[in-house]
């Protein structure tokens, strides 16, 4: 059985050793290395190229939005999951856009560790559901720039709702819910490569880089929450 590979990445010695020992019932996952900071994780990425990196943002000492874009510039096969005690709006949408495949809070449980390592490794994206509503709510426009906040809004969903097929749009919102390309098949009853076809599209479409920037483009026009 091929493990899943997998980098964590914390200033605390006593959580890297909690995620340590949550991950060790997991057959399919395997912690080859620990990082206290972004720097050293750059480091530890190219020696080991793990398949994900579990990792904390904030840092004093370090640019962790800065650290997670050079991780996905050179190191695009590497899915990183951001883990923080933070959820404030803009903090996630920094994440998601710098090329995280998800975002956890550190106190989440031991089997939706599991499950989204397994997830972002098939191509998925997990959002913990608490934080949804904090990223839309970065996308509420305040009362002094309401008309031109709204208006953005509406374009962006009337492109989207133009540009996108029934079906194209029915694969986008399980693209928000986290689905992977056979999750996506199993949904709606197609074929793995049709799955992926339609999230390909999706992508090209939208002008996202990625299925979670498209994601997020559908969460900013109100069409996910």
Known sequence: MERITVLLVD???????????????????????EASDGLEALQKVAEHHPVVVLTELRSRCVDGLGILRRIKDEFPETSVIVLSTFDHSSFVLEALLAGSSGFLHKDASRELFIHSIRTVTSGGMVLATSLRGALSSAFRPSSDFAGNGNADKEDLKWAINKELTPREREVLMLLVDGYTNKQIAQALS?????????????????????????????IRAGLAY
């Open 190 to 218: 197609v074929s793995e490569e049709t799955a992926k076809k339609h999230v390909h599209r999706i992508i090209s479409k939208l002008g996202a880089i990625d299925r979670t920037q498209a994601a997020v483009k559908a």
């Open 11 to 33: 200033e605390l010695p006593v959580i890297r050793e909690g995620l340590r020992i949550m991950l060790q019932i997991a057959a399919d996952i395997e912690v080859v290395d």
